[in-house]
Structure formats: C-alpha cells, structure tokens
C-alpha cells in the first residue's frame, strides 16, 4: 500500500447489478431515464504524493504528473484551445512519450463555480474510464481516413487526457487516480453511451479493497497530470487510468472552486 500523507473522501463506484450499466449522453424518451444503474459510494483513502510526483510514471502507474511553462487559454476561450493550446499540448506530448505522431481532438473546460455553467462542465465526480477495448480503436477510425486508421491500428497506440487547473490551485475537488496495478479484471465494468448521433462505452468500476488512490494536493496551474486512458499494448504496462473528482477535507474553508481544462489526444508509436 501507498505510503505518506493521505485523506479519506467518499467516491462513487457502480453498485454490483446483474443488468450493464447505461447512461444516456441525450435527452431520455419516453420511458427511458438518464441513467440505468445505482452508486455504490465508498470511503476511501487517497494518498498526497505531493513531493514524490516522479516516483509515479504512464506505464507503471497509468498517470504521472510533469512541468509546464506555458499559459492555459481563458474559460471562455473554446477557440484559442482549437488551435494554439492544441498545438502546444500535441508538440509537449510527441517529445514526453517518444511517439511518432499525436493529435487533440477534443476538450472540456470544467468548473465548480456556478457562474460558468454556460461554458464549462462540472467536475465529473464518479469514478470511470474514458476507454474501453472496443471504443479505443472506434475513436481512431473516427479521426482518421480509413487507410492511415488501420495502418496505424497495427501499431502500439495510447489514449492520453493532458488535464490541469487553470487560474489558481486545484482545492476544491481535485482528481483523484486509481493506481493501474491495483485494479482487477472483475472490477471494469463496461457502461454503454447513449449519444444523439451514435453509441460509445466507458468503464466504470467496482470496489474493491485492493485499490490504491493518489491525488496530488493544491495542484497548480503549472503543471499538468497525464491520465492514460487506454493503451493498446497488453504487455504488463499500465493501460488504464480509472479517475473521478472527490471532495478534499483538507481544502482551506473559503477556497476558490476548482477550475480546469483537459485535453483528450491519441499518441501513436512506429
């Protein structure tokens, strides 16, 4: 088990049920509700490891946190994420991971503070997975022409989210990883995805008392946490990157509620 400073928060993870999980990404029909599945929330231990950030790696752990030393785009500012901060994130990316080629292809703003309702998401606070098997390589064929998508689906490639705080320090509900290691098979669960236009899927988890949880506390603008959200090489390294938002107990009482911007890209190896 982790070792250091730890706090213990309540998580959402999927109450065991015999019928797979749903949750509708469109407005419900007749009959139909917004999701078809119960929380099972759970009290968990989730370590600081805050002055140990290098001991924590993609491959090893599925997350790892690096430097930065450039500016994050404005809330608002959808646009200047599309073009420059893409670009920046894509280019720290291809030289962090030695990968051939990495594109962005999409991103949330996400705050808890009311006033940006309109612009951003609220912090999504249950745990789950952006990735399964079976999404991973549909999400390449929807990026790519179908010549370069199934030449590049023969190769080593990774799905990787660039998340960091904006403005000020992550307090209020910062994200929380389960180490990759200390997940079972029996614990991914596979949910369904109802969109307007099409069907995906995502994992979310059972408990177990196995799992092991790390944040890294008052994290700062300046700096970036890379979640590795699937990784097509079943080799022994570290595929998956099961995260939520929690509710720190040891946030200052007044502090500012967490803004953020995380960029989801695809990184591919030759």
Not at 28 to 50: A, L, M, N, Y
Not at 200 to 206: A, S
Not at 220 to 233: G, I, Q, V
């Amino acid at each position: 088990m982790a070792d250091g400073a730890y706090v213990v928060s309540t998580v959402k993870y999927l109450m065991p049920d015999d019928e797979p999980p749903v949750m509708m990404m469109r407005e419900p029909g007749p009959g139909e509700t917004r999701k078809r599945f119960q929380w099972d929330r759970r009290e968990v231990s989730i370590h600081d490891i805050r002055g140990r950030e290098k001991d924590f790696t993609l491959d090893g752990d599925g997350f790892a946190v690096i430097d930065i030393d450039f500016d994050a785009p404005p809330l608002q500012d959808g646009q200047t994420v599309l073009t420059s901060y893409y670009e920046i994130v894509c280019s720290l990316l291809n030289a962090e991971l030695g990968a051939s080629k990495v594109i962005a292809f999409d991103h949330n703003f996400r705050s808890a503070d009311a006033q940006y309702d309109t612009v951003a998401d609220r912090p999504a606070n249950f745990i789950h997975n952006d990735y399964t098997a079976r999404s991973a390589p549909q999400r390449v064929r929807l990026l790519l022409d179908d010549a370069e998508a199934e030449q590049r689906l023969k190769k080593r490639y990774a799905f990787i989210n660039f998340w960091r705080p904006i403005n000020h320090p992550a307090e209020d509900l910062p994200l929380a990883i389960c180490r990759a290691r200390s997940m079972g098979a029996d614990d991914f669960v596979t949910c369904a995805m109802l969109w307007p236009d099409r069907e995906g899927e995502t994992f979310m988890f059972h408990h177990a008392p196995e799992h092991e949880w790390f944040y890294l506390s008052r994290m700062e603008p300046n700096r970036a946490l890379l979640l590795k959200c699937f990784d097509s090489a079943d080799d022994g390294r570290a595929r998956y990157a099961p995260h939520t938002a929690f509710t720190d107990p040891s946030a200052r009482p007044g502090a500012k509620p967490r803004e953020s911007v995380e960029v989801r890209t695809v990184a591919f190896f030759d």
